[in-house]
């Protein structure tokens, strides 16, 4: 491909030194699990979503599991209670929820800006008093988040966790300005995916969790590692959860490199905001330059195959973010009451062009104009 979708080893490439550094300081050390690396990490985490606590862990799935988790444990969920999640997620939320016993009730996106909107989040809290929290997911880098979503949640008493796989480092413009604006720190908890393709992404899985909570963060760290709050002293039936060192060190060059990335990543999606001009496409909403991180940048055509298959001919790599809603995945068959058109739609529509900061803005110009051509 003359354009790959995502090209790993070249958004790697200017950070290669620093990376290999990095893993060969913490091999050197002889410390392994946990350490200064780690604690470094977490205390930038924490800044960077202006939390008070961060606590890294092994992946994306495991942060929401835990948070879900630490919340029984503390008696601030009982198993049975329901929780809002977006009907267009990527199945990892779902799975979080499941696993702790917890009742997912999907809602659909808004179809405008693919997220969770606050208006629906009130109507489902309204519509079941057994909806006890909410996990809003800021899908493809753009913040879930709005003034109404924060007095649903107070009105209702809900809990709310953040899904910010997709988002780090991204602000919700419109919040309100005496809140903490930035994703991480929207909610009372929140959970971030280092999976290598995500904007900081690691040499491998990892993931933390950030909150605000003092009580949360120390269960959480504990059901991490075994559930133990002083060596061989278990106070929880916990896991093994904890981050790599490794992978702490390395995130540690990539956040570093953080700006950089989310603003090759907000110029290139400006230039498909001004270059793209085919009116078979549906380009995603742009009215949050400074918020959203791009973490995919997700047209809509009703020929999704045809539309793919021309690019492909162009040299031009595409992904699908995500064909088969979780509600419709073989392992959720008949958990769930009601439909979600606007996810069937977007699962049946949607298709992910190159935007990492690999591409250059010329080479996202060239794309665009490749896709001004291609007629059905
Ligand atoms: C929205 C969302 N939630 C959760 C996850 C799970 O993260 P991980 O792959 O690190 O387990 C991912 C990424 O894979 C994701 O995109």
Redesign the pocket.
Known sequence: MKYPFLDLAAVNAPMLAQIQDAAARVIASGRYIGGPETEAFEQRLAELAGTAFAVGVS????A?RLIFRAYIELGRLRPGDAVIVPAN??V??FLAVSDCGLRIVPVDPDSRSMNLSGDAVEAAAAANSSVKAVLT?H?YGRAAYDVAMADAVRRHGLILVE?N??AIGAVCETASPADNHRTGGLGHAA?F???PT?NVGAAG?A?AVTTGDAELAACVRALANYGSDVRYHNIYRGLNCRLDPIQAAVLGVKLDNLERITTARRANAAVYAATISNAELTLPVHDSPDGDVWHQYVVRTSDRDGFRSYLATHGVGTDVHYPLPPHRQPCYAGAFEGTFPVADSLAATVVSLPISEATTPEQIREIAEIINSYHR
């Open positions: 992946n994306g799935l495991d929401l997620t990527y990892a939320s997911v899908l899904d796989a997709q959970a995916s280092f999976y995500k899985d993931g």
